[in-house]
């Protein structure tokens, strides 16, 4: 049986992914919508959007790298109606591969995930009601199928959170909470927006919002598309290095 979810928290919702799900959900009857981000104008524009199709919003300027505001957040909208999706979405690009760049990489999309869904788990277990519909989803990226050398913080990052994902997904079913990661390959986004190098199937935002969101309904664990990219990073993946190596040497670089 789908699921229907009603009560929604989503980070990095001012933009990209986040703002095409946001807008999706909005569309499809959607009651609640608490959605973070960093940008004030970009997140309003986004909430008023989804306000306008009939949804109630409570847009939240906030940093995932903030454990202890992200904790008062989660608790703060599960106070306000009970939860039924949480979607750690924020993300960021590596660029240069700095080591400032690097460790707000990680702090971002690694420890940003965990500042989101630990607080987010610990309430769904301490919920009197067991039966109740509760789903935890994390973005991570095809790009976590393997290390990429274009990105290396940027894929090791999402490498981490699908795998922690994908275990909690067991870990978590005694507990009646359902996990989901998300692995995206190329979608229309503000990191998308400065890559330099060839995008293979690359996707509109607002595509990416269906699949998402009809596989969150149909719970499936692992929301990987499009399929052609999914079964090639898999291929590179078990691969020996000798020839993922002749591979990566001839493949376009960013610039």
């Known amino acids: 049986m789908q699921k229907k979810f009603e009560n929604i928290l989503i980070t990095g919702a001012s933009s990209g992914i986040g703002e095409a799900v946001a807008l999706y959900f909005a569309a499809h009857g959607v009651k609640n919508l608490f959605l973070s981000g960093r ?14 199709l009939g949804a109630t919003v409570y847009p939240k300027i906030i940093s995932v790298c903030d454990k202890e505001a992200m904790a ?50 610990e309430m769904f277990k301490a919920r009197a009601d067991k039966t109740a519909p509760k ?19 940027y894929s090791a990052t999402k490498a981490c959170v699908k795998a922690y994902g994908e275990a909690l997904r067991g870990s978590l079913k005694a ?8 692995c995206p390959g190329f979608v229309k986004s503000r990191i998308t927006d400065k890559n330099t190098c060839p995008m293979p199937f690359f996707m509109s935002a607002e595509k990416a919002a269906e699949i ?12 990987a598309f499009p399929w052609p990219m999914r079964l090639a990073t898999w291929f590179l993946s078990i691969l020996p290095n000798r020839l993922t190596d002749r591979l990566y040497a001839i493949l376009p670089h960013k610039v």
């Open 39 to 52: 940008n004030v104008e970009r997140l309003n524009d986004v909430a008023n959007r989804c306000k306008a």
């Open 72 to 121: 008062a957040w989660v608790a703060e909208c599960e106070q306000t109606t009970a939860l039924d999706l949480v979607l750690a979405n924020a993300g960021v690009s590596t660029g240069e591969e700095t080591p400032e760049n690097i460790y707000n990489t990680f702090n971002t999309n690694v420890f940003g995930v965990l500042n989101t869904i630990t607080p987010a788990v």
């Open 135 to 153: 789903t935890i989803a994390i973005t991570a990226s095809i790009a976590g199928y393997h290390g990429l050398p274009s990105c290396p913080s």
């Open 175 to 182: 507990e009646n909470i359902d996990v989901s990661v998300i």
């Open 212 to 223: 998402i969101v009809t596989r969150l309904e149909k719970n499936v664990g692992l929301i």
